[in-house]
Nanobody, 120 residues
Framework: QVQLVESGGGLVQAGGSLRLSCAASGKISSINAMAWYRQAPGKQRDLVAT???????NYADSVKGRFTISRDNAKDTVYLQMNSLKPEDTAVYYCNAVVRSPLPGVYNYWGQGTQVTVSS
């Protein structure tokens, strides 16, 4: 079993910054892609950013130039630096990881979510 624990959410004014962290622990051989998603009230869960084990990144158009995803492979941790935050960034942010287990198989895991609220 693998656990993803997120931290760093909170309340911030528009234009401010927050840094989210997500640490993976448990039966891990390696972690392939890691990602951040977000879900606003009444809306579907949307992809925000992804990062491969080699460090290649991809971003949703709505956050390009403002958010930066990074990871520390030694710590099995992924980060999301969020700058120039807007009220429309308000959502629950979820960490996602594709994990290769010591048992045969590759599994997809989710964190519990962390609330980000941006006030205008």
């Amino acid at each position: 079993q693998v656990q993803l624990v997120e931290s760093g959410g909170g309340l911030v004014q528009a234009g401010g910054s927050l840094r989210l962290s997500c640490a993976a622990s448990g039966k891990i051989s390696s972690i392939n892609a890691m990602a951040w998603y977000r879900q606003a009230p009444g809306k579907q869960r949307d992809l925000v950013a992804t990062i491969t084990s080699g460090g290649s990144t991809n971003y949703a158009d709505s956050v390009k130039g403002r958010f930066t995803i990074s990871r520390d492979n030694a710590k099995d941790t992924v980060y999301l630096q969020m700058n120039s935050l807007k009220p429309e960034d308000t959502a629950v942010y979820y960490c996602n990881a594709v994990v290769r287990s010591p048992l045969p198989g590759v599994y997809n895991y989710w964190g519990q979510g962390t609330q980000v609220t941006v006030s205008s």
